[in-house]
């Protein structure tokens, strides 16, 4: 076992035994499979918690301070971080000396007390410099920080770490119980995968030894959900669902939408020579989108990390689950004769509830861009938020709100902060039965409503602005999104939110 994970036992010994002189000796130090049983699920369960560390982190040492400063006294960057925490002002610099460092110090004990000043000061660098100069800051920050509390910093890592095994440890608990209840007698209703002349069926039996198998539970609307661990198939993130409804178990395929950033379903596709060449888009692309329930779990679902599935043809696993198609005619000539029959097309209301038009490269005005009637979005009502991170976008906010009959759901994506704040609405989801695919029965054709932050060029109507993408897709904020009034509702009331 390496040095980091034998700390991390000193340090559970040391919160277990509530004796801290456990962490700071020198002998290693193992935990019995009862003991780190007990202290992950104390931990899970809130019983342990940061308080607990931060009682470590407080019988701690700082660093040298004088060795610190003669280290630093030249450095304009660490001595402007003291100057302006210290109450000297970001300019004063040169004043700081070594009697500054103590009362940094004395103020700032541990990085517990110094993590909120320290977001303020970088704050307030990103706000009066350019990007470079905040990077720089940062980079300083971050040093001086492990000078000063490298022990003290190094057990808040562990408290990190250590929540994440805990959770780890409790997902895999709920696997082995998901797994007894999901996977027997579990219907697989996709086409056979096409590779190299060769076709494939995907089975329970496989999807388990990939390690695909249900994880991660919820409940909505009568139906229980299984998850799998998140994966990757080209580009798009996917994950595999166990629905359980009406007391059978069927297994589905989900896969994120990489411009609207939202989780779909996928109920169908184009494809034959080891690959999804098209994605179906069933009645309509939105009429895809998952509940925000879902789409919140398969959030925390995808911030676990994608699995790593060796020496595999990833896309198996996700078009598997559903019915293949040889071409995009076949596929079309199906729809407009009403022959479908899986179970997304029997399911699901073959019309909108409201229909708003569908996507597409002619664009209405953004200021005609707006639903000012009771179907609308209530704004001031939240229902429910969260964050998650994308590879297009980085870091969004998600937020939910009620229409104002509440019929509706309102799913508003948010990045950038004050100012600079853009958003869109990812998907708007209809209160309706839930059906045995993991959508509402409902659904609504919002059309340019829902036009995604960035679009491909042929899609924008002329509004797309080149910001330098290689990947073909261009930004609707400037002179899209920014003047469509559904959205300028939304910045009007939550445009000051950090």
């Known amino acids: 076992m ?36 007990t202290f992950l699920r104390r931990v899970f369960n809130g019983q342990i918690g940061r308080a607990d560390f931060v009682r470590v982190v407080d019988s701690l040492p700082v660093g040298d301070v004088e060795a610190i400063y ?3 006294k030249d450095n304009k960057y660490k001595m402007r971080i003291i100057s302006y925490m210290t109450g000297l002002g970001f300019d004063n610099y040169e004043k700081v000396n070594l009697q500054s460092m103590k009362d940094f110090i004395k103020k700032y004990p541990s990085p517990v007390e110094f993590g909120a000043a320290e977001i303020d000061f970088l704050n307030a660098v990103r706000e009066s410099n350019s990007e470079q100069k905040y990077d720089d800051y940062k980079r300083e920050m971050e040093e001086l920080v492990d000078e000063i509390y490298g022990e003290k910093e190094e057990v808040l890592d562990l408290y990190r770490e250590i929540v994440k095994d805990a959770e780890e440890w ?24 096409v590779q190299n002349g060769q076709e494939y069926t995907l089975t329970t039996e496989i999807l388990q030894k990939v390690g695909l198998g249900p994880r991660f539970y919820l409940e909505m609307g009568g139906a229980e959900i299984a998850l799998s661990r998140a994966f990757k198939v080209d580009t798009h993130e996917a994950v ?11 297994i589905r395929g989900y896969y994120r939408s990489n411009s609207q950033a939202m989780w779909r379903l996928l109920p169908d596709y184009v494809g034959g020579n080891g690959e999804i060449s098209w994605y179906g888009v069933g009645f309509n692309e939105e ?11 398969l959030n925390f679902v995808s911030s676990r990390g994608m699995w790593e599935i060796e020496g595999v043809n990833t896309g198996f696993f996700l078009g598997g689950t559903a019915k293949r198609y040889e071409s995009k005619e076949e596929y079309q000539k199906l729809i407009e004769e ?34 000012d009637d009771e179907n609308g979005p209530n704004y001031r009502m939240l229902l429910d938020h969260y964050t998650m991170k994308t590879e297009m976008y980085g870091e969004i906010t998600v937020r939910q709100f009620p229409s104002f009959n509440d019929e509706l759901r309102y799913l508003i994506c948010e990045v950038g902060k004050k100012e600079e704040k853009k958003a869109w609405i990812g998907t708007i989801e209809v209160n309706a039965p839930m059906t045995s695919v993991g ?18 060029q042929s899609m924008s109507g002329g509004y797309g ?18 003047q469509m009034p559904i959205i300028k509702k939304y910045l009007y009331t939550w445009g000051n939110v950090a």
């Not at 009429?287 to 779990?297: E, G």
């Not at 097309?345 to 664009?363: Q, T």
Request: charged share 35%; with cysteine; aromatic share 10%.
């Open 2 to 37: 390496d040095g980091f994970e034998n700390k991390k036992q000193k340090l559970a010994k040391a919160i277990l035994k509530k004796d801290l002189n456990l962490y700071k000796a020198d002998d290693d130090i193992q935990l019995t499979d009862e003991e780190k049983e």
């Open 70 to 72: 003669e280290k630093n």
């Open 170 to 193: 409790h997902i895999e608990k709920e696997s082995v119980r998901l797994t007894a209840e999901f996977i027997p007698g579990a219907e697989i209703v996709g086409d056979k995968w």
């Open 240 to 250: 595999v669902a166990y629905v359980r409804l009406n007391g059978i178990v069927k």
């Open 287 to 297: 009429s895809l989108n998952l509940p925000m329930k879902i789409q919140k779990q």
């Open 338 to 371: 009403d022959k479908m029959d899986s179970d997304y097309y029997k399911e699901m209301e073959h019309e909108p509830k409201l229909n708003f038009g569908v996507l597409s490269e002619e664009k209405h005005p953004p200021f005609s861009v707006d639903i």
């Open 439 to 456: 959508l509402t029965k409902g659904w609504v054709s919002s059309g340019d409503i829902c036009t995604p932050l960035y679009e491909y």
């Open 465 to 482: 602005v080149n910001t330098g993408r290689t990947d073909g897709y261009v930004s609707m904020w400037e002179k899209y999104l920014s």
